[in-house]
Each structure stands twice: as C-alpha cells, then as structure tokens.
C-alpha cells in the first residue's frame, strides 16, 4: 500500500511548457510520440524543498538515518509522456530521476515495453547539473535554452531527494484534483521510481534514508548501482572538477558503500550489468520478500545500443556528442550486448510484485574468483549470472568493461570469434539457430526475457552469418 506522509510543501505545476529558442524540451522524444499513440509535454515545478542531513553512520546495511534540515525554493521541470487515449493508460506511472553523468540530463526507461503496454513516463529533473550544467562548458537546461528554462532554480543536490518526493505526489493517485495535472486526469493506481548508474545511486540513497520518512512510491526499479549511494551534501559530481576536488567532492562523486536496507519500504528491483558486478560484491545480499537483484553475465554499462540511441539524441540536440571520459575505449569493438530487453522482464515482474505479492524468479550472481574479478570461461566469457542467449549461444567474448582503472571501460568489449572457433561450436548455421533457439526459450522459461522478444533474437540469429 502506497505509504502517503510527505514534504510539507506539496509544490506548485505549471505548463504545459512551450516556445523557447528551440521550440520543444530538451531530451524530447526521437520522432513523433503521436505514432506510439502518445502526448509529450513539458511541466515546470516550482516550491520549496527541504535539505537532509544525516543523524547517524550512514552504514553498508543501508539503515540510514537523516533529519530535515532548511527549505530552500526551487523551481525544476518534468517531462511528461503518457496515452493519448486514457483507455490505455495501465495505471502505472513510471517516475525517471533523469542522470546527468555528463553533465545534461539523460532518461533512457521509457522502454519500448512502457509504449506497448501504456504506462505513464515522467522524466523529473531532480539534480542541480541537470538545471545548471558543469562548471566549464555547461550543458544544462538553463545554458541549453534560456529563453525557455531561464526561470529554473536548484538549491543544490541535498534537496533533490524532496524535489523528487515533490514530484511523485503530483503525479501520483494521492495528488487530487488539480488546477493542472501533468497526467491530464489519468487515473493513475501506482508510482515506480526508476534511474540507472548515478541515478541509481541517488534512488538507493532515497530507499534507505527518505522513503522510511513517508512516501509515495509503490516500487524501485535501480539499474547499474556499483555498489555506492550519495549522501547529503551540496558538493557537485561535476567531471569538470575532478582533479582538484575536495574530501568532500570527491565523498559525493564517489558515493558510500551501501546495500538495500533490510526493511526497505516497497519493493526494490536492483538490475545490474557484469560491469558493476564487481564493485556491487562488496555490498552483495540475498534476496527477499522486498528486494530482488539480477546481474547481466557479459553485458555492459553502455553497450553500443544504447549509446547509439543517447547519441543520436545528444546530436540532435548539440549538434555533436561525446561520452565522457572512461565510458568508450576507443581501441576496442564496444559490447553490443542489449540488456534493455531483461529490464522490460524486470518491469513486468515488479508490477506483479507490487500487485499481487508474486516475486520475481531468483537469479544466480556472476561467478567471481578469490581475487574478486569476474570467473571467465576460456572464451573470455563470465560463468553463472544471468545469461543471454549471446552467452549461451555466443559468437564473441564478451567483456562488460568496469568503473575501475585497468577495464575497458564502461562500453565494455566484444571479441569476435575467428571462423575456426565458430565452426568448432555450430558446424553449420541452422546448428547455430538452433542454439539461440534453446537459449531464448529458456530465458522466457526462466522469467528474464518476456515471450514478445523471441522473434527478434530468432530472426537476428537467422540473418547472422554464423558459422
């Protein structure tokens, strides 16, 4: 049951949003969101936010605790897509705390899986980088169109976990009825926070030490959490100011080790790729009747699907893109892994979770050695986990890269098989076909591919040439 003690402060909407030097939101949706039966609009939020401090040791078994501290004004935006037709609408509104990594915002769960299904996707620009940019070069909405987002404000990164409490109330079952409603009057029945990497360290941060405060989330889906959550300072994780950054701005960028409290609030889905595995094992735990943990045996960070499509978005929008520094090695052939695929599973499984108590399947971790690097096969591929059909029916080694010096990076690797090898495992092509075959059903089997992606691996396995 959705939990409804919130900030004082309920925040104020107002939008839809328009004109501008640009004429349409920043990260708006590639092509046409009518042919995906969808609305796209731009809200601003605008209220007073309270900062967190921290009342005792902020411990690796998540049970933090914060006390309120000053409310600052703020004024942010949410970027809003949800059916056309209301008969669409499932209920369910997906809440982004949008990344910015590099330094402008990203939001990348409105999965194909959210369109065909007709859940509601609302970006929420939570985080000072995302209004202000960096230091140097700034690329944030303020500087990306003036015109349009001059008016935002951001009191600093310790008030984003009540901005974002702000944010799921006004779009929540719980908002009543308002003036203007960023979901236009859909009934909505449920909120899911979602985010990846930095964002997922900031929606760990908010499952153990707000969201025990009062909340109004009914689940968590986390996706690439190295095993760190941020505290509760100003401090800026600015790329920007790395080399010369304080004790304390080097605490924010690089987070606290932490798990998921053991008494987490709603469920909590935590997806992972082998990139994070190995940071993640320092904080490794069981699963529960609230928390669920998947790791993606070979897959990576930022594989080239989805950089692909954070490019092309990034070219529209500046007119060039560039990854940040760590995140491509350019001498190597990035993975090309999608992972995206078991996040729509873990999508499903939540909501059936958070409805009907039914848990998602257990999944073994990646196998790890004494010296706590990833156990690879003599393929270069990693044993246990989670395994695609790429690692069971695999063409390639596949390196998912890492967050630490010495890895490839957090575009991972793929090292494609000579002629020999491949003919050692596929004597001919409808052998290899056949191994994808297996291998995706037993993904459907197992719960960590949905029966909707079986055509497109079977036609991509068709199509390959293999051996």
Request: net charge negative.
């Amino acid at each position: 049951m959705t939990t409804s003690t919130r900030s004082p402060n309920a925040g104020r909407i107002t939008g839809p949003v328009t004109g501008g030097r640009h004429g349409r939101p920043f990260g708006a949706f590639l092509g046409d969101p009518g042919e995906q039966g969808y609305v796209e609009e731009e809200y601003f939020l605008s209220g007073d936010a309270r900062g967190f401090v921290p009342s005792g040791e902020l411990g690796a078994d998540g049970r933090w605790s914060v006390t309120a501290a000053d409310s600052e004004p703020y004024t942010t935006r949410l970027l809003v897509r949800r059916p056309a037709d209301p008969a669409r609408f499932n209920g369910v509104v997906i809440a982004e705390w949008t990344n910015v990594t590099s330094g402008f915002e990203l939001a990348s769960d409105d999965l194909d899986l959210v369109y065909e299904e007709g859940f509601a996707h609302v970006a929420v620009s939570a985080q000072d980088i995302g209004v202000n940019g960096f230091a140097v070069d700034s690329k944030g909405l303020r500087d990306w169109d003036p015109e349009r987002y001059g008016e935002l404000s951001h009191p600093g990164d310790s008030h984003s976990y009540d901005i974002f409490s702000q944010a799921v109330h006004l779009i929540g079952p719980n908002r009543g009825t308002l003036e203007i409603d960023p979901l236009g009057g859909l009934p909505v029945r449920r909120v899911i926070a979602s985010g990846g990497s930095q964002s997922a360290m900031r929606l760990v941060t908010y499952a153990n030490a707000i969201a025990p405060l009062g909340h109004e989330l009914d689940g968590i889906l986390a996706t690439l959490y190295v095993g760190s959550a941020y505290t509760f300072t100003d401090a800026r994780v600015d790329a920007s100011n790395l080399l010369n950054a304080t004790p304390e701005e080097l605490q924010a960028i690089l987070g606290t080790p932490t798990g998921i409290r053991e008494d987490v609030a709603v469920p909590f889905f935590l997806l992972n790729t082998e990139c994070e595995c190995v940071t993640y094992a320092n904080v490794r735990q069981p699963d529960s009747a609230r928390f669920h943990y998947w790791e993606v045996t070979g897959a990576a960070h930022a594989p080239a699907p989805s950089t692909a499509e954070i490019g092309a978005k990034a070219a529209r929008d500046f007119g060039e893109f560039a990854l940040g520094e760590g995140m491509i090695d350019p001498n190597v052939v990035p993975n090309v892994i999608d992972w995206r695929p078991v996040e729509e599973a873990a999508l499903r499984h939540l909501v059936r979770w958070i409805e009907d108590g039914t848990e998602p399947p257990v999944q073994a971790p990646i196998r790890l050695t004494d010296q706590g690097a990833v156990d690879r096969d003599a393929d270069g591929n990693g044993r246990d986990g989670l395994r695609l059909p790429e690692l069971d029916a695999p063409i390639a080694g596949y390196d998912g890269g890492g967050v630490t010096p010495g890895t490839v990076g957090l575009s991972g690797q793929t090292s494609y098989f000579d002629e020999e090898r491949l003919r050692a495992l596929y004597p001919d092509h409808e052998a290899y076909v056949a191994a994808v075959t297996r291998a995706v059903d037993r993904c459907i089997a197992d719960g960590v591919l949905l029966p909707e992606h079986r055509d497109r691996y079977l036609e991509s396995a068709a199509a390959a040439d293999v051996p």
